[in-house]
């Protein structure tokens, strides 16, 4: 059964960085849309970063700058590096795949409001930015 586990959440200060994992399990995502979604208390979970089959990416106007999404196919990682943290990221972190056939996204950005065509998810990470 395909399965994603994430890792690298935590607690940090603001101004303050943290690299988060995703390794699916069960499957290559070589030819998957990936991405990673974040949901705080009370609000609904959103689109943060996407990487598509091409490795092109697209990012939540809110992260531009800050984050960056990476995948290493060698170790079959999905990576979001986030500096520069503000207490407006606390939030649990979750990554999820989706498949298209293996051709890209276009365009990218439609991914990170469309949740519906990923599946599987992971079971999130828990990341918290303290002032």
């Known amino acids: 059964q395909a399965q994603l586990v994430e890792s690298g959440g935590g607690s940090v200060q603001v101004g303050g960085s943290l690299r988060l994992s995703c390794v699916p399990s069960?499957?290559?995502?070589?030819?998957?849309?990936m991405g990673w979604f974040r949901q705080a208390p009370g609000k609904q979970r959103e689109g943060v970063a996407l990487?598509?089959?091409?490795?092109?990416?697209a990012y939540a106007d809110s992260v531009k700058g800050r984050f960056t999404i990476s995948k290493d196919t060698t170790n079959n990682t999905l990576y979001l590096q986030m500096n520069s943290l503000k207490p407006e990221d606390t939030a649990m972190y979750y990554c999820?795949?989706?498949?298209?056939?293996?051709?890209?996204?276009?365009?990218?950005?439609?991914?990170?409001?469309?949740?519906?065509?990923?599946?599987?998810w992971g079971q999130g990470t828990q990341v918290t930015v303290s002032s």
């Open positions: 999820a795949t989706a498949y298209l056939g293996g051709r890209p996204l276009v365009p990218l950005s439609y991914g990170l409001g469309d949740q519906a065509m990923f599946r599987p």
């Open positions: 069960g499957y290559t995502y070589s030819a998957y849309l």
């Open positions: 990487i598509d089959v091409d490795r092109s990416t």
